[in-house]
């Protein structure tokens, strides 16, 4: 099948697929502070919303990049570059700043829906701007200009990147206190993981920075 990478790219993809999921970001705090508020279901539906908007985003990156490729193919080289530079960016702040892990303790309110924290977990999802930002850089790493097959490529890519975030989101929901119980009593964890999202991510940067100088 054209559109399935080739199996090292597959497995770089991969690599980078699991270092993304298990860095705390945003969606993963809302998850866990929704499960110590409202309940596993509650995290449960945020989680599958920030799913969903992660299918939202493979989608139009993929439709946009494609005709990206077909009305400028210079034009996607110089957004491979500044996506590596993006990259390099995300790894010095990994370093400078650390995860954005942090709970707060909840307040108390009216009992919501769970379509409300789904709903809740699609927007935190698709409004965050360095989401947005990531995937747009993030995907076309893993295919060329001249591929014909890139539209199908980025869609399976996402999709896999998609696929793979369900039972690792379903993992961190269900054991949401004793993740949050854990990282807080090693915060060097934590800080281990920031230094190796740091190093993958720079690793891709500069593999990608140096096959284009070529």
Known sequence: MSYIPDTPTLLAFIAAWFVIG??????????????????RAAGLACGFGAIAG?????????????????????????????????????????????????????????????????????????????IVLFFMTFLPQFVRAGDPAITGKLMFLGGLFTLLSIPLMTSIVLGAHQLTTWLKARPLVTRAIDWLFAGVFSLFAVRILLVQSR
């Open 22 to 39: 298990i860095t705390p970001g945003p969606d993963m705090t809302l998850q866990i502070a929704r499960v110590m508020s409202s309940g």
């Open 54 to 130: 992660l299918a939202v985003h493979t989608l139009l990156v993929a439709l946009g990049i494609s005709a990206l490729v077909v009305a400028a193919p210079v034009a996607f080289l110089v957004l491979k570059i500044c996506g590596a530079l993006y990259l390099l960016w995300l790894a010095v702040q990994a370093i400078r700043h650390g995860s954005t892990f942090e709970l707060r303790p909840a307040k108390a309110g009216r009992e919501r829906s769970l379509l409300s924290h789904f709903m809740q977990g699609v927007a935190v999802n698709l409004l965050n701007p360095k």
